[in-house]
C-alpha cells in the first residue's frame, strides 16, 4: 500500500455520543468495542484507517465526563492529553438543542489544539430532519467549528462525507502503521476487552462498571490451538456472584459470546477460561489500577 500522506485525528465526546461505533464505521471494520453503556471506553485506542493514498489514525477515547473516581480522573486525562498534536478533532454529539458543560469544556481543549475542528451530531436516525436544525443552531453559537455535520454512525448515513473531510487535512507523511495493522492494541488488550465487552452486555449497570479484565497467559499449542486464561476483577463480593451467575451460568455465557468473536479474530479454535477475583474499590487505588494495566 502506498501512502502519501498520513495524520491523525482525536474523536471526542461524552460517554455514548457514539465515538467508537463512528470509529469502526470510519475504518470499515470492528476496532473498537460497542455497547449501549456508557463509559464502554476505558483507554485511548489508535484506530488505522487506511484510504490509499492516505492514513489516517483515528484517536478512540473514554466519554468525557465528570470523574468521581481515580479511574475516571485518568480517563478524562486521556481526553485531555489526545487532542495534542492531532492534525484535525472532531467533537461527537447527540442531537439534542443545546451545549452541555461537557461539550462546552471539550469545545475549549479542542480549540487549544488550533487544527481543523468538526462538530458531528450523531444519531441522526433517532429523530425527523426537521428537528436538526435547533441542534445545528444551539452549537453554532458555541463556536466556530470548520463543519458542522449530521449523520448516524450506526447506519453510515453521512459517514463518508466526514471521512472526506478528515482526509484532507492529513499532510505530507509516510505511513503511521504498517500494512495490515489495524490499531495499536495488544492481543492481551484486544482480548480483554472482547471479554469485558461481553461482560458489559450481559450484565446491568451496577456490575460492568466496577469490573476489568485481563489477559494472564496467551499462547498457542502446536495443533494451532489457541489457549487464553483471563480474570475479571470486580469490586465486591456480591458482584462476583452476579458475573458467576447460578451454577456459573454467566460466567459460561459471558466466555461462549467472547470466545465466538475470538475464533473469528484468531481464524481457529480458541480455549477460553475466565477467573472471577474481588480488589475491594480498585478504581479508586493507585497501586490496584497500575496492576490492572491503567497508567
Not at 107 to 120: D, E, N, R, S, T
Not at 180 to 190: A, E, I, K, Y
Not at 202 to 220: F, Y
Not at 221 to 246: P, S, W
Request: net charge positive.
Amino acid at each position: 500500500m502506498q501512502v502519501e500522506r498520513a495524520g491523525v485525528a482525536a474523536v471526542v465526546g461524552r460517554p455514548n455520543a457514539g465515538k467508537s461505533t463512528l470509529i469502526n464505521k470510519l475504518c470499515g471494520e470492528r476496532i473498537a468495542i460497542v455497547t449501549p453503556k456508557p463509559q464502554t471506553t476505558r483507554t485511548r485506542l489508535c484506530a488505522v484507517c487506511n484510504r490509499p493514498p492516505v492514513q489516517m489514525v483515528l484517536i478512540d477515547t473514554p466519554g468525557f465526563h465528570a470523574p468521581r473516581t481515580k479511574l475516571g480522573k485518568l480517563m478524562v486525562k486521556t481526553v485531555r492529553e489526545s487532542v495534542r498534536d492531532v492534525d484535525a478533532a472532531v467533537l461527537v454529539v447527540e442531537p439534542v438543542p443545546s451545549a452541555g458543560d461537557i461539550e462546552r469544556d471539550l469545545i475549549a481543549q479542542c480549540g487549544k489544539a488550533k487544527v481543523p475542528f468538526y462538530l458531528v451530531v450523531n444519531k441522526i436516525d433517532t429523530l425527523p430532519r426537521e428537528k436538526l436544525l435547533p441542534v445545528i443552531a444551539a452549537y453554532q453559537n458555541e463556536a466556530e467549528f470548520t463543519a458542522i455535520l449530521p449523520l448516524s454512525a450506526r447506519t453510515g448515513d453521512g459517514v463518508e462525507e466526514l471521512a472526506a473531510m478528515l482526509l484532507e487535512h492529513m499532510p505530507p507523511s509516510p505511513a503511521l502503521f504498517p500494512e495490515g495493522m489495524s490499531s495499536d492494541q495488544t492481543d492481551r488488550v484486544l482480548i480483554a476487552e472482547t471479554v469485558r465487552e461481553k461482560l458489559l452486555l450481559c450484565l446491568d449497570d451496577e456490575v460492568p462498571h466496577g469490573a476489568a479484565v485481563t489477559v494472564e497467559k496467551l499462547g498457542e499449542r502446536g495443533d494451532g490451538l489457541v489457549r487464553i486464561e483471563a480474570v475479571i476483577t470486580c469490586e465486591k463480593e456480591g458482584h462476583k456472584g452476579i458475573v458467576i451467575g447460578k451454577g456459573g451460568a454467566m460466567l459460561k455465557k459471558i466466555g461462549s459470546l467472547a470466545r465466538a468473536e475470538l475464533e473469528e479474530m484468531y481464524g481457529g479454535p480458541v480455549f477460553l477460561k475466565l477467573w472471577v477475583r474481588v480488589r475491594g474499590n480498585w478504581r479508586d487505588s493507585d497501586a490496584q489500577l497500575r496492576n490492572l494495566g491503567f497508567r
